[in-house]
């Protein structure tokens, strides 16, 4: 969860602000994983992530697209660099979504675990 955490303010992903009047705070929660590694080391993974079924299209996103490969272009790509003798190396970047650009301000609920209070101990929210 501090990995995460860290993370997430590293890139500065988000601000502390007072939720403005009229404004509807998006729930949010931490999502476990457990994984193994090539060398059979358990590692493991959390996520802070948005309750999406508390968000409005229109209001907290206008699109929702995200671009994945398909399983025929990733063999086509084996197969060129196999015919080639190509080195393939493989990457993961830890926090990719991170970067995406959100088209409206949403403002979050604090991770449980990590608030901040202002100074009248009102609760802060992420935007």
């Known amino acids: 969860m501090d990995d995460e955490f860290n993370s997430l303010q590293e890139n500065s992903t988000f601000t502390l602000s007072q939720l403005p009047k009229g404004k509807n705070i998006i729930g949010g929660r ?35 697209y995200a671009p994945t490969t398909k399983v025929t272009s990733v063999r086509t790509f084996m197969q060129l660099t196999a015919q080639k003798v190509y080195i393939v190396h493989q990457m993961d970047v830890k926090t990719a979504y991170l970067n995406a650009p959100i088209d409206c301000d949403i403002y979050m609920e604090q991770a449980k675990g990590y608030e901040v209070l202002c100074k009248n101990n009102e609760p802060l929210a992420y935007k």
């Open 30 to 64: 931490w999502v476990y994983t457990v994984k193994q590694s090539g060398s059979h080391k358990t590692v493991y993974k959390a996520r802070y992530v948005a309750k999406g079924y508390s968000q409005t299209k229109d209001i907290h996103n206008y699109e929702t």
